[in-house]
């Protein structure tokens, strides 16, 4: 996976303002693990629609640091779940541990 | 223009706010986690806009609008491109925000708010929805948007109750009415439903199969309490 995530996209919403940009990283930072969690949970569990839920919601944080190669795997991923297919999960999986490295240096 | 956001998502609610805060003309009175709580709010409130997340566990914003008596103009906002057929088919419904929603993308949405007239004279309220039946018939009918919808009771697949309103699932589609389980729970035919859990109603005839405490339907996996396993056991016709 060669894209990297950046905060292009949320200075851009902050204007400025490096309150909103810290209120909204940690709120990002948090949401972003208890998805993650649910996500794993789910997964494991075999459960593929709830699975495409947490993918779904997922996704909207992957657009949001930047990601766009990475936001079509997810979208892709989405649907594969939807049809029982969860074979983008290796790729699905390095967007995860990408961000999640991402928010622990921020 | 006095808006409401209702996105389950609390990142998505924070950008919505911030971007209207970028807009003069926007004054943001309260946002949602869900849909209930915005109907509640609907209820005694009138806003001229809403920002409406589709994709929301149980309770989807195009169930939220289907409540609304007179809906006001509504902006959507998404992660999936692929609903915006469904969109247009709503007259209150005026743009589509693809996630994640930048703000010149957003302040072209609100200039489409404001150059659209405005979709009823009154703002949202909620019809306080009934369910009246026709057991004979194999139909219940329920009070929608002061339109009386016609079910056909074999077509339910289940009913759950969400609070002071339940959702009735059937094969084709989704109906959110204001009523409780066990006014529903009268109204059907007790050799084809029964109630498995405190929150479900589920016909029998659809189920796909029982593990444990739960049966599947459809796609959804409903929980049966020990206490109502017997019976769901004893209805089944079994080898």
């Known amino acids: 996976m060669n894209e990297a995530p950046n905060l292009v996209y949320i200075k851009e919403l902050a204007d400025g303002s490096k309150d909103f940009e810290q209120k909204l990283i940690a709120i990002i930072t948090r949401e972003f693990a208890e998805e993650k969690n649910e996500f794993f949970e789910n997964y494991n569990g075999k459960l593929y629609l709830k699975t495409a839920e947490n993918v779904h919601k997922i996704k909207h944080k992957i657009g949001m640091l930047g990601f766009e190669k990475g936001y079509q795997t997810a979208v892709d991923f989405e649907e594969g779940l939807k049809e029982n297919d969860p074979s983008l999960y290796s790729k699905f999986i390095l967007i995860l541990e990408s961000i999640e490295h991402f928010l622990k240096t921020l | ?239």
């Open chain 2, 1 to 239: 223009m006095n808006c409401i956001i209702i996105d389950d998502e609390e990142t998505a609610r924070v950008i919505i706010q911030q971007l209207c805060s970028q807009v003069d003309k926007l004054n943001v009175v309260q946002d949602f986690p869900n849909a209930i709580q915005a109907i509640k709010f609907l209820n005694k409130e009138e806003v001229d806009l809403i920002f409406l997340d589709i994709h929301m566990p149980d309770f989807t914003g195009f169930d939220f609008i289907d409540t609304l008596k007179n809906p006001p103009k509504i902006i959507l906002t998404t992660s999936d491109k692929d609903f915006a057929l469904e969109a247009f088919e709503y007259d209150c419904i005026i743009d589509y925000l693809v996630k994640p929603i930048t703000l010149p993308r957003f302040i072209k949405a609100i200039q489409k708010a404001e150059s659209t007239p405005a979709v009823s004279p009154s703002a949202a309220s909620v019809e306080q929805a009934t369910a009246t039946s026709s057991a004979e018939e194999n139909e219940l009918y329920i009070n929608i948007d002061r339109r009386l919808i016609k079910i056909n009771i074999p077509t339910i697949n289940l009913i759950e109750a969400k609070g002071d309103y339940v959702l009735i699932k059937t094969e084709k589609q989704n109906y959110t009415v204001h009523s409780t389980l066990k006014k529903v729970e009268e109204k059907l035919p007790d050799d084809l439903f029964l109630k498995v859990h405190r929150s479900y109603i589920i016909n029998i005839k659809k189920i796909i199969d029982i593990e444990d405490n739960s049966v599947l339907i459809a796609k959804d996996v409903i929980p049966v309490s020990r206490s109502n396993r017997p019976e769901l056991m004893k209805r089944l016709n079994m080898l």
